[in-house]
C-alpha cells in the first residue's frame, strides 16, 4: 500500500527471461500486485517471473506477440474491473530500463499535481547526456516536437513509458482503440489530451544496458506519422464539437484551412509565390490556439 491506495505495476514482457528478475526483485515494497503481460515469449520468461522471490501478488496474463502497445491495454483491462476508485496503477517495462526508486516519487508528484496521469521524463534527469544515446536524443526530441502538435500539448520526453495513472483514466480509457505496438505512448498521450486528463511529467533516470531495441525505424516512422494525422484531427475536431473553448478552436480550424488554401492558389497561380508563406504562418496560430484550449486539462481534487 502507498498512502492508503493499492498500488499495481503493470509490467509487458517479451523474451526477457534475462532481466524480468531483476525488474520484479527491486520493486519498491509499496508495490501490492504486478501484473505480468507475456507477449508471446519463447525463452523462459514466465519461468523466470514464477521463480522470481517476491513480497507482492503476482498475476500473469498471456498475448501472442502483438506488441508492448497490446500487452499494456491488456493489463489495464484487467485491473478496470478490480481496482478501487483511490488505487494506482503504473507501467514498468519487464526489461529493467526503468529505475525502481523513481516510482514512489512519481506517485508522489501525481498527487502533488492533483493530476490524473503523471509521466516520466528522462530528458529532465541530468543523467540523460552520459546515458543517453545522442541518435536515441534527437529522434526523441522530433517524435515530442510531433507529438505535441498531435496532442495540442507539451511534451518533453515522448518515448517514455514510465508512467502512473489513477483508477479512473483505465475506465475512461477502456474502449478507446489501442495502437498495439511502439508509438503506443504517444498515442496514449494524445488520447489523454482528448479525454481532458490533466497529465504532469517527472524526471526518472534513463537507464540503458545490453537491451536492443525491436523498433524498425522506417516503419516506425511511416506507421506512427499516419497515426499522428489521424489523431490529431480526430482530437482536434472532436473538441471542436464537444469540448471546451470552442471559439478559439473555430478560429484555429479557420487558420489552418487557411494555411492549406494559401498553398492551393499558389500552385494555381493565382498569387505570387511569396503567399506561401501563409502556410506555415496559418498551421502556426492553429497551433497556438489548440494548445491555448488543450495545456491543463481537468484537475483531480
Not at 521463480?51 to 497490446?70: K, T, W
Not at 546515458?131 to 502538435?149: F, K, S, W
Request: aromatic residues 8%; hydrophobic residues 45%; contains cysteine.
Amino acid at each position: 500500500m502507498w498512502e492508503g491506495r493499492r498500488l499495481v505495476v503493470v509490467m509487458p514482457a517479451q523474451n526477457e527471461a534475462s532481466h524480468i528478475d531483476t525488474a520484479l526483485r527491486t520493486l519498491p515494497a509499496e508495490v501490492d500486485m504486478v501484473v505480468v503481460v507475456d507477449d508471446g515469449s519463447s525463452d523462459g520468461t514466465i519461468e523466470a517471473v514464477n521463480s522470481a522471490d517476491r513480497p507482492y501478488d503476482v498475476v500473469v496474463l498471456q498475448r501472442g506477440g502483438q506488441g508492448v502497445g497490446a500487452a499494456v491495454a491488456m493489463g489495464f483491462n484487467h485491473l478496470s474491473n478490480v481496482l478501487d476508485a483511490d488505487d494506482l496503477v503504473a507501467v514498468m517495462d519487464g526489461d529493467g530500463q526503468m529505475d525502481p526508486n523513481d516510482l514512489i516519487p512519481l506517485c508522489h508528484h501525481l498527487v502533488a499535481e492533483q493530476a490524473d496521469v503523471v509521466k516520466g521524463d528522462r530528458l529532465a534527469h541530468p543523467d540523460v547526456k552520459g546515458v543517453m544515446p545522442l541518435l536515441r536524443r534527437v529522434a526523441n526530441r522530433g517524435l515530442a516536437v510531433l507529438t505535441t502538435l498531435a496532442s495540442g500539448r507539451r511534451l518533453g520526453d515522448a518515448q517514455c513509458g514510465f508512467i502512473v495513472v489513477r483508477h479512473e483514466v483505465l475506465t475512461r480509457t477502456n474502449d478507446d482503440p489501442v495502437w498495439s505496438g511502439y508509438g503506443y505512448v504517444n498515442h496514449r498521450f494524445i488520447r489523454w489530451s482528448r479525454h481532458g486528463f490533466r497529465v504532469a511529467t517527472h524526471p526518472v533516470r534513463p537507464v540503458y544496458g545490453e537491451e536492443i531495441s525491436g523498433i524498425r525505424p522506417l516503419r516506425f516512422f511511416f506507421s506512427v506519422g499516419a497515426m499522428f494525422v489521424r489523431e490529431h484531427h480526430g482530437r482536434a475536431f472532436s473538441s471542436l464539437a464537444n469540448g471546451p473553448g470552442r471559439v478559439p478552436l473555430s478560429v484555429a480550424l479557420l487558420s489552418y484551412l487557411a494555411g492549406w488554401g494559401s498553398l492551393f492558389v499558389v500552385i494555381a497561380g493565382l498569387v505570387p509565390v511569396s503567399y506561401i508563406a501563409f502556410l506555415p504562418g496559418g498551421w502556426a496560430l492553429a497551433h497556438v490556439l489548440d494548445r491555448s484550449v488543450h495545456a491543463g486539462g481537468r484537475a483531480r481534487i
